[in-house]
Nanobody, 129 residues
């Protein structure tokens, strides 16, 4: 059974950092691109970042460029989202998602929820003083 499990969320002060992890099981990471999405209360789910199955292509939403970095470690079956210079507006539930794009592909699917077939349960990130 294919499963994604996020961890690493929590409460952090503005300007602080967090690293989110997404542990994958039940499928071979090399064939999948991964995305991070977030959803704040009362708002639609929005795409944050994606990384291709090769790891060579990454994309970021304008709101997080220069502050967030996505990475993957296929040996550990884990995808990461490193978040720096956090702002109160980054507060949301963060979700990991996966989409099969082929072995070592450079394709990074568009950062819209309907482009991804597999989802984790989410982890809460709260940025507040």
């Amino acid at each position: 059974q294919m499963q994604l499990v996020e961890s690493g969320g929590g409460l952090v002060q503005p300007g602080g950092s967090l690293r989110l992890s997404c542990a994958a099981s039940g499928f071979t990471l090399d064939y999948y691109a991964y995305g991070w999405f977030r959803q704040a209360p009362g708002k639609e789910r929005e795409g944050v970042s994606c990384i291709s199955s090769s790891g060579l292509t990454t994309k970021y939403a304008d709101s997080v460029k220069g502050r967030f970095t996505i990475s993957r470690d296929n040996a550990k079956r884990t995808v990461y989202l490193h978040m720096n210079s956090l702002k109160p507006e980054d507060t949301a539930v963060y979700y990991c998602a996966a989409e099969r794009t082929g072995y070592s592909s450079s394709v990074c699917p568009p950062l819209v929820p309907q482009e991804y077939d597999y989802w984790g349960q989410g982890t809460q990130v709260t940025v507040s003083s």
